[in-house]
């Protein structure tokens, strides 16, 4: 990581919870030189990632949570689905993560039936806070899943064996063939 000093510092990409202060905020700042961006590149199919920032505050919630709050900005450069072209992207979002003790989270019955919390934001706390794998994380969410060009329409796309007509997507609609059935039997009760 590199840092330019009129910015401040740098943060470890891994905070031990045992170490932060809880008298105030612990700043947060990721800032990945290129060689890391080129491994995050790698790591989630993008062709490159010309900037990113991770940016923000880890504050004291109570005595036993934290809660991070930090801006995400990255530029990245994906392939076009459909041309291949590169793409790129502007991603400006916020990061909110709250870190409580398991025995503060609501833990389901052994061999029940569990869905999924209303805030996904709220995470097990341990001894750690990867505020690394949390960049990532909401990078890799806010990455466009299928980057197209702008303009660029999907093309349909045909698969048949050779010297049969392959079927298109309007054919295989259930209703399609219903309504040139009806047509037909219109136009056959019109010419009497």
């Given at each position: ?166 079927i298109t997507d309007e054919e295989t609609k259930p209703f399609a063939g219903l309504a040139a059935l009806r047509e037909k039997m219109q136009d056959d009760g019109n010419e009497g």
């Amino acid at each position: 990581m590199t840092t330019d000093p009129s910015e401040g510092r740098l943060t470890a990409t891994r905070l031990r919870v045992a170490s932060l202060r809880h008298t105030g905020s612990t700043p947060v700042r990721l800032e990945p030189g290129p060689k890391d961006r080129a491994r995050y590149a790698t790591e989630l199919g993008a062709e490159a990632l010309r900037k990113l920032r991770f940016d923000g505050k880890l504050s004291p919630m109570g005595k036993t949570g934290w809660r991070l709050e930090a801006k995400l900005g990255a530029t990245a450069v994906q392939a076009c689905i459909v041309t291949l072209e590169p793409v790129t992207t502007r991603i400006d979002t916020t990061v909110v993560r709250e870190f409580l003790p398991p025995e503060r989270l609501d833990s389901p019955e052994a061999g029940s039936e569990t869905e999924m919390p209303d805030d996904e934001t709220i995470e097990v706390l341990g001894d750690e806070i990867d505020v690394e794998g949390i960049m990532l994380e909401a990078l890799s969410l806010a990455l466009p899943t299928y980057p197209r060009k702008a303009g660029v329409e999907m093309g349909e796309a045909q698969f048949a064996a050779d010297g049969v007509a392959p079927i298109t997507d309007e054919e295989t609609k259930p209703f399609a063939g219903l309504a040139a059935l009806r047509e037909k039997m219109q136009d056959d009760g019109n010419e009497g």
